[in-house]
Nanobody, 121 residues
Framework: QVHLVESGGGLVQAGGSLRLSCAAS????????MEWYRQAPGKGREFVAS????????YYADSVKGRFAISRDNAKNTVYLQMNSLKPEDTAIYYC??????????????WGRGTQVTVSS
């Protein structure tokens, strides 16, 4: 029902910046929140940031707080992740997800396929 496509990843030197985008298409209604996760080589998937769709409340992992900023454009069904002061340990595949509230109170979760961020030292 929902298709998520991440973009904006790439190769950057330590201290640089990238801006990731996550565009949602399909049945883009009743989103409760959208989140960014990442998975580094040899590690599990790690929560990065979230934002509620209606109120725009944000939450960040301690590892990125003060460096990353999540935002959204509801009209464009797009969520962004501005990443500043990048560190080599930020190297990972970054995934977007969306939580969609259905009639009756059930929740569906959708994931994008990810975009690679590589930070060189």
């Amino acid at each position: 029902q929902v298709h998520l496509v991440e973009s904006g990843g790439g190769l950057v030197q330590a201290g640089g910046s990238l801006r990731l985008s996550c565009a949602a298409s399909g049945r883009t209604i009743n989103f409760s929140d959208m989140e960014w996760y990442r998975q580094a080589p040899g590690k599990g998937r790690e929560f990065v940031a979230s934002i509620t769709w209606s109120g725009g409340a944000t939450y960040y992992a301690d590892s990125v707080k003060g460096r990353f900023a999540i935002s959204r454009d509801n009209a464009k069904n797009t969520v962004y992740l501005q990443m500043n002061s990048l560190k080599p340990e930020d190297t990972a595949i970054y995934y977007c997800n969306a939580d969609q509230l259905e009639l009756g109170g059930s929740m569906e979760t959708y994931w994008g396929r990810g975009t690679q961020v590589t930070v060189s030292s």
